[in-house]
């Protein structure tokens, strides 16, 4: 079992920064990859990003690729999402899951609650 908690959302203009953190707890966080996924408001929910369980291997949206960073720290339990130069398009309740290393909602066994993010232009 591993339960999720996401931070760090919050309300920036176009072209600045964010970083989401998603702690876990469980002692086989290190087993799963974890992915993140946004939905909009009116829209179905959309793969952004997600990391191996090694953290080698990471895997971006085309929406994403360039301006969002996806690391993990298995000491501490946490992946965290660096997103720069945000869009308004960007703006969502942000999701992270742990799963299987997939860009598909329906491989992901375990979800948190989501955080908010919104970017003003």
């Known amino acids: 079992q591993v339960q999720l908690v996401e931070s760090g959302g919050g309300l920036v203009q176009a072209g600045e920064s964010l970083r989401l953190s998603c702690v876990a707890s469980?002692?086989?966080?290190?087993?799963?990859?974890i992915g993140w996924f946004r939905q909009a408001p009116g829209k179905e929910r959309e793969f952004v990003s997600t990391?191996?369980?090694?953290?080698?291997?990471?895997y971006y949206a085309d929406s994403v690729k360039g301006r969002f960073t996806l690391s993990r720290d298995n000491a501490k339990n946490t992946v965290y999402l660096q997103m720069d130069s945000l869009k308004p398009e960007d703006t969502g309740v942000y999701y992270c899951?742990?799963?299987?290393?997939?860009?598909?909602?329906?491989?992901?066994?375990?979800w948190g609650q989501g955080t908010q993010v919104t970017v003003s232009s």
């Open positions: 899951a742990a799963g299987a290393y997939a860009p598909k909602a329906v491989e992901y066994d375990y």
């Open positions: 990391i191996s369980w090694s953290g080698s291997n990471a």
């Open positions: 469980g002692r086989t966080f290190s087993s799963y990859a």
